[in-house]
Each structure stands twice: as C-alpha cells, then as structure tokens.
C-alpha cells in the first residue's frame, strides 16, 4: 500500500499544483517595483531602470473616464504633477487601454490631450498590450504608484480617500498618493502604503 | 415690568411664528400627495421614487424605493462594487428627527471585465430604504427627497445624479395601489436575510469564511453558487475562489485583495445560486487582544460568567461563616458587639479591613508562587492535565475532610477558641482581630480556600485578588452587619450539633466538583489514564481515611504513621503513571490493522512527548490550533479531519499531536517561536532523519498527502 501512495505521489503533487492558489503577480511594497519596457508618444522606449537615481510616479489614465476628468478638470492632477516634477520625479501618465476601448489613443491624440489640459508629465506611455498595467496589477483609472529613487515600490492605491466623480469632493479627501509621494521625497515612511484604488477599470484587452 | 415686556414679546413671536408654520403647511397642502416622483432622465438611465404608502402614521416605519432604469447593458453597483466603480448612494432628506434604515441591497450579480469584475444590477433594480417620521411631526403632510448619486457603466462609466421627491399624507396608513407591484417585484429581488453563525479570518493572505450552517452546505453544492463578500478591497473580486464543506460547515477560501489596507469588524455577505440568495453578517475571529499567559482556562468546559463566581466568592465567604471553628467565635463576637455602644461601626469596619487585607496578602503569596511556577515553565492551566489531576486530589482531600474522615491541624484549632480573649476596642485591635479571625478559622476554612485557590490559581492576578477580597467581604459580612445594624446580632442561631451536619453537608458539592474535573481529565487524556487516576484516589482516600483513625489516637504507632506516608506514597505513583499514559490508544492500535479510523485520531501536545516520539523515530504530524482561530478550524474540517487525511496518517504511522494555543499556553509560544511565527496555525511534518517540514497555512488534502509522501 505505501509504495504504492508512493506511486501515486508525483500524480498527486501534479494535482495539488494545480490547486487556485496562484494569484496575479501582485506589486509588493517595499520590493522592487516591476520592470517595464513601453513605448512613449514620441517613439521613445522608457525602462524603469533608466530612472535609476530618481523617484518615479505612475499615473495610470484614461480621459474619457470620469474618475479622470475629476482630477484633471478641476486642475488637481496638474498642480501634482508640478509639484512632483519640479522636484526631479519622473512621473509616468500610462495608458492601458487595449485599440478599439475607451481611452485608448494615438500618440499625436495623447500629445494633445497633454497640452490642451495643461498636463505636466514627463512621458505619456502607450502600453497597449496591457503587459505593464498587469504587471503592476493596475485596475482603474486613476491608479497611482510610487517608486523612490532605489527602484522600490513606496506607494499602490487610489489617489485620495473619496471614491467619487465629484471634483468638490477633492479638497474634503485625504490625498493618500500626494502624502506618500511627499513622504517618499522627504525620505519618511509612507503611513499609508497600500489604499483602495478607485476609478473606471482599466480597459484591458480580454 | 421688564418682565412683563419680554413675556408679552414672547407670546407676539410665538402666535407669528405659529401662523407662519401653519401658512407653511398650507402651501405644501397645495401639492397633491404623490407617492411616485417624476422620472429624472439622466444619460444611459432614468430614475424615479416610490412609496409603497401613500398615507402614513407618524412613528412607524414605512418604505421607500428608488427605482433605477439603466439602458439594456448598463449596470449600477451593489455595496461593494468590485474592482472598480462605485456603489450608489442616497441621502435622505425629511422632517427633523426623521429615521431613514440603510439600502437593502438586492441580490448582486457579477460583470467581468477582462481580468477584473464588478458586482452590480442590471435591467430594473429596487433600492429599498426603510423610513419613519418622527411622533412629534405636525404636518398633514410630509415630503421625503432622497439625493441619489450613482455611476452606470456598461465598458465605460458615467456617474449620475438626481434629486427624487415624494409627499405623503398623514393619517391612517394606506397603501399606495399603483406601485404595489413594484414594491413586490423589489423584495423578490431582495436576498433572504439569515443569521447563520459565519466568522473570517485572514491568514497568509489567504481569507477565510466559515459558515456554519447545513443550509449553506446544501447551497454550495448547487451550480452557479457564488459568495458575495460585501466589504471593499477585502478578497479579490475575480476569482470564484475555493469552497468546501464539511458537515453543517462552509468554508470559502478567498485570496486577499492586493489592495487590502483595512479590516472590517464584520460585512456582508450574499450566499447565492440560481434558486437561492441569502444574506447574512460575518464577524471577524480575532485573536483576544489581552495576551496573558494566565488567562481564563475554563476552554473545555464553558466559561464560567465572572460576576456569577464574585456572588459564589460572597456566598462561600458567608458560608465560612457556619463552620464549626468560625460559627462560636463569630456569635460570641456578636454578642459583645451588640451590647457595646458607640464604637461598633468602626469596630465592625475595622474587622472587615483585617479579614480583607489578610485574603489579599494570602492571594498575594498565591499569585507570587505562581508567577514563580510560570517562570519555571509551569502553565497553571485547565488545558494541563497535571493540573486537573492536582485539583482533583485536592477536592477529593477537602470533601473527605468535610464529611468528617479527618481532621486539619486540630492543635491549630484549640488555639482559635481562644480569639475571644483578643476581643477589646480600638481601631487597631479590631482590626487584628480580624487578621487573627482569619488565621485562627484556617483549620474550617481551608477546605473553602482550597475551592477559591483552585479558581484563582487559573486566573489573571486582577480577578484572582478581586475573588479573595470578596471572600472576605463575604467571610466579614454578618460582622459588619451586626455592627450597623445590632438588633440582627438576636436573630443568629444558637451554636450546636447543626454545625458539624452543615459541614458534612458542604462535602457532596466538592464531590461534584470532582466529578465534573475527572470528566475534563478524561476527555484530555483518554479511559486509561482516567482510570489509573481514580486507583490514585482510592489510594489517596485510604491513607487520609487512616489519618483521620490516627488523629484520634493519643499515641499512635510508628507503624501506623508510616502506613500514611506508604498510601500518600501510592498516591503520587500512580498519578505519575496517569500522566504518562499514551493518552488515546485508538490511533495508533486499530490504524495499520485496518486501515479504518474513526474517533480522535490526534494526541494532546507537549514538548515532550514530541521530543519522545522523534527520539523513537516515529513521523510526527504537529497542529498548532485555537478555537478563535478561523483558518485553524477551516484546515481541520475540511483537511485534517477527513478520511481521507485519517487514512493517510493511518498508513504511514504518522503520530498526530495538536496543541491547542486557545489561551496562549507558553510552551505552545515558545514552540511557535522555534519556526519563527508568533501566531497559529502552524504545521510541521517530523520525518526521522530529516529536517521539520514546515507546511502551508492553507491545507487542503492534496497538500497534506503531497507534503507526506514526498518524505
């Protein structure tokens, strides 16, 4: 009987394998952030190893989505990204949308949209295979994330603490990326490093 | 005058103020009562209000909806929206003092998006809100607008927002015909609420869910079954999950979401297939916050409540009282008290003060005692068996000595008579009376202490000194009482033979007690080694009933005071031998025959016993569990305790220990601490001549036979 468990055992291990406890790669905080490879608006291919040294955030976007429109119609979005790059950050505006969703463009289209809303990004990225978003396990619009400067992952959540489309709502929040993003800049440790996202999903190809 | 003026000031605004509210209630009469608002068009959906009354009384409740009429395709989102979106929202407006309930959230149905979900309503959904206007209204009419803000999405989303308003009439309640059917449309959509007992926890970023209840068993069974968890960023959305059952025991075993920051106290959750939804709340399984290693062990065996052991420590400290050694003393004390004049308040007070202090410096030396044991590594807990052995011997002891088989320290007892002589006025006196009351009744009362020392040895030190303090203040009572109140003092029976029967009497309680412990040894131990405890008794009883025969003996023999010490002896043997009885013989010799297990299959943990096992090259199975612990109880049931796992263990000779760490017994910390955790589960594998197996938080019983076979 035993030798023949133990027969049976590589069989076994095959089926246990294969049990539902594999999840989405999901980012870890205080582990290296992800790598990425993604093409920008202007033909640039940007690596998160070429930020070494320097901060960087990622604002996944889409500017049909309302939960967008609320941050950058009311200019909140703008002044961050000001904010942030005037001190050296890289701040990263990507777009996920697989061709033929909601948000996704072209590069000249995306250029403009960055001009026509004031937008201070340093680099627009096209990933419309969705190969970053899932491996940052992005899921709506806005999502933000903050990497310091030794590539370790700081910050994953929403942008602040009211999950509405209502742009009144902005100055009432907590605003959860901006306090860690500061945090992170001022070399303190993120109170909050992991807050619920809110936004539209991500339109990732099926 | 001033006065005057102000008053009639008042009156002129009040009779103003009375016209403008009834001027008020004019105009809004004016509106017809309308139980349904006006459809408000909004892009891809139109929303609406409706009473199910169109007449309501003041101070009951009564019912609303808002009806949502999203475009075919477009959804609106339950309380937990999923991934994304956002679940809809209403405020309330009406009279002040108005009650509006939570939404009652329909049964939700689940839109995946690419990786991602969403939980939502499609087509014509209902959101129902309980409501009531307060008693004091005074309208004859009252107008309800509800401000609902929602976001509908088919692939895309646009919030939206409308401000929905109905007016009611006050009165006798009447139903609103035209949107009766609505409102039954709308509980047929609603879940059948259930308070069927479910707990969570989380654990490895895993969360687990149990149900207990056959129904939810029966439901799991059924295709299409899923679980709606109804806290945000609490498991992830996308994935069905795991499910097992066991018995009347769901078990839903979810992956924490990668955005979890907070942990509810508890949520919903929507249990539901095809024919059947059903909502019930799911509270968090923490661990007790308060980590005190003496914590209350009364684990096997209910809790016993803490107020009802106060009243027994009263009682117990009244019933002192009675006893042969106390009862003279106390009513000659009584009667010197009672003729006394003028200082017997602060003479009783006194009293009290000496027989309390001397319960606390008694508890004292008790819990230092303890804590030295602690440190030693003794765990003063009803999980060990040593413990209850112990306590049995000393109850059997007591109620021998009540029923009269023995005597304690007789010589101590003459010395009490004399307490009277002691008696004198004064704060200082009294109270070293009271002290003294205490040590000289030692000899009757020791049995009581004995019952209180054997509670507050499992105790945190707090409750151990507050049962002490109370059995003083029990023992002190009648005192103080005559001291207040002198007249009582003629109301105390007269000392005499009714004594001695009274403390015969007390015996047979401490008899149960005996009983109910054996019961708990019993079932930690096994038959065997239950047996061998009751020869101890035995033993135990024949050398005090022989001890009794000795004491009334002037001059008894050598021979005869050695016999004591010979069953003392026997005593001590055979307790040692109980306690290292294989407990639970049924694993190990009916396993390999058959191949049939059934009944307990695991031994009770201890270091050593481990450390036994391995030194005899045995497999060892540890499982470190607690009862608070969800992801524990879910392994067992659904991975452990299962025939297939039984059968396993059977066929590889695999000795299964489980230490229960529900009280956070040190040993079991330390043990823990060993594999660097400082939390249950935790299982590891012994395979002689390997290193320990740790295995995963989360077993089911491929892992267990996969982690087994490949030794």
């Known amino acids: ?126 990933d419309e295979s969705g190969e970053m978003g899932r491996a940052y396990d992005a899921r709506v619009t806005p999502h933000m994330y903050v990497i310091s400067s030794d590539g370790i992952l700081r910050y994953a959540g929403g942008i602040d603490s009211i999950p509405s489309a209502n742009p009144a709502d902005i100055p009432r929040a907590e605003p959860y990326f901006a306090n860690a993003a500061r945090a992170v800049l001022a070399g303190d440790n993120v109170e909050r490093p992991i807050t619920r996202p809110y936004g539209c999903t991500v339109k990732y190809a099926d | 005058m001033m006065e005057t003026y102000v008053r009639s000031l008042g009156l002129y605004l009040l009779v103003t103020l009375s016209a403008l509210v009834v001027l008020g209630a004019n105009t809004t009469a004016m509106a017809a009562p309308q139980s349904q608002s006006e459809w408000v068009q909004q892009p891809h959906l139109e929303a609406r209000l409706l009473s199910e009354f169109s007449t309501i009384s003041r101070g009951h409740l009564y019912t609303l909806a808002v009806q949502l009429e999203p475009e075919a395709g477009w959804h609106t989102y339950w309380m937990n929206p999923g991934d994304s979106g956002l679940a809809t929202q209403i405020q309330w407006q009406g009279p002040e003092g108005s009650y509006f309930d939570a939404i009652q959230w329909p049964i939700a149905e689940k839109f995946n998006i690419g990786p991602l979900s969403n ?34 999405c088919e692939e895309i989303c646009i919030p939206g927002s409308a401000e929905l308003s109905v007016t009611l009439a006050i009165g006798m309640p009447n139903p609103a015909s035209e949107n009766t059917a609505h409102f039954s449309t709308a509980r047929a959509q609603l879940p ?68 979890n920051s907070e942990t509810p106290d508890s949520f919903a959750l929507q249990l539901t297939h095809p024919n059947r939804s059903v909502e019930l709340r799911v509270s968090s399984a923490q661990q007790p916050e308060a980590v005190d290693a003496a914590a209350p062990a009364a684990a096997s065996t209910g809790d016993v409540s803490f107020g009802l052991v106060l009243i027994f420590a009263f009682l117990g400290g009244l019933i002192l009282n009675l006893m042969p050694c106390v009862f003279p003393v106390l009513s000659l004390k009584a009667m010197a008290v ?11 007070l006194w009293y009290t003060a000496g027989v309390v202090v001397t319960f606390l410096v008694f508890a004292g030396l008790l819990l230092a005692l303890r804590a030295a ?39 101590l007892m003459s010395v009490g008579q004399g307490i009277d002589t002691h008696t004198g006025a004064g704060a200082k006196k009294s109270f070293a009376t009271g002290i003294l009351a205490v040590i000289v009744a030692s000899p009757c009362t020791a049995p009581f202490m004995g019952v209180a020392l054997g509670y507050a040895i499992t105790q945190p030190p707090a409750i151990a000194l507050l049962v002490f303090a109370v059995l003083g203040l029990g023992l002190a009572a009648p005192f103080l009482l005559i001291g207040f109140i002198p007249a009582i003092a003629r109301l105390l029976p007269k000392p005499g033979a009714w004594m001695d029967t009274f403390k015969q009497w007390m015996a047979f309680p401490m008899y149960l007690t005996t009983v109910w412990l054996l019961w708990v040894f019993g079932r930690q131990t096994g038959i065997d080694a239950l047996t061998l405890l009751l020869i101890a008794l035995v033993f135990l009883a024949t050398a005090l009933w022989w001890l009794g025969k000795l004491q009334l003996r002037s001059q008894p023999g050598l021979f005869s005071r050695i016999l004591v010490w010979v069953f003392l002896l026997l005593t001590a043997l055979t307790y040692y031998s109980a306690l290292n009885m294989p407990s639970q013989p049924t694993a190990s010799s009916n396993g390999t025959e058959n191949g049939q297990v059934s009944g307990q299959n695991w031994q009770p943990w201890s270091a050593d016993k481990l450390a036994e096992l391995r030194a005899n090259n045995e497999t060892v199975f540890v499982n470190m569990t607690a009862d608070w612990c969800i992801t524990c109880l879910a392994n067992e049931r659904v991975a452990l305790n299962v025939d297939a796992t039984r059968t396993l263990f059977a066929e590889n000779d695999i000795v299964y ?27 590891v594998l012994y395979v002689p001549g390997e290193a320990p197996k740790v295995l995963p938080q989360i077993l089911t019983p491929a892992i267990v036979r996969e982690q087994v076979l490949s030794q």
């Open chain 1, 1 to 126: 009987m035993k030798i023949l468990l133990r027969l049976l055992a590589p069989v076994l291990f095959v089926c246990a394998s294969v049990l539902p406890f594999a999840t989405q790669a999901a980012p870890e905080i205080g582990k290296p952030a992800p790598n990425f490879s993604v093409v920008d608006t202007q033909g640039t291919t940007h690596s998160l190893a070429d930020f070494a040294g320097k901060a960087v955030v990622l604002e996944w976007t889409n500017h049909d989505c309302p939960f967008v429109i609320k941050h950058y119609g009311s200019g909140n979005m703008q002044s961050l990204q000001t904010e942030m790059t005037e001190q050296g950050v890289v701040w990263l505006s990507v777009i996920s949308s697989a061709p033929g969703t909601q948000g996704h463009v072209s590069p000249a289209y995306a250029d403009e949209l960055t001009a026509n809303r004031n937008a201070k990004p340093t680099a627009v990225l096209l």
């Open chain 2, 119 to 152: 939980y939502g309503f499609e087509g014509t959904t209902y959101l129902l809100t309980d409501f009531s206007i307060p008693q004091n209204y005074e309208g004859s009419e009252v107008t309800l607008t509800a401000q609902v803000d929602w976001l509908v």
């Open chain 2, 192 to 259: 059948e609420l259930v308070a069927w007992p479910a707990q969570f926890d989380i654990q490895d970023r895993q969360v687990t869910i149990v149900v207990k209840s056959a129904d939810a068993v029966a439901m799991a069974s059924e295709a299409g079954f899923y679980g709606f968890v109804g806290a945000t960023e609490l498991v992830e959305h996308a994935e069905t999950g795991q499910i097992d059952t066991a018995d009347d025991m769901l078990v839903l075993r979810r992956t924490l979401n990668t955005y």
């Open chain 2, 338 to 348: 009672a003729n006394s004049h003028g200082n017997e308040k602060r003479e009783a």
């Open chain 2, 373 to 411: 044991g602690q440190a030693l590594g003794w765990g003063f807990q009803l999980q060990n068996p040593w413990l209850i052995a112990a306590l049995v011997f000393l109850f059997v002891a007591i109620g021998l000595n009540l029923s009269g088989v023995f005597q304690m320290a007789t010589r």
């Open chain 2, 657 to 683: 220990l489980k230490g229960d760490w529900t009280r956070q017994d040190p040993a079991i910390t330390e043990y823990l601490a060993q594999y660097g955790r400082n939390g249950v589960p935790l299982y």
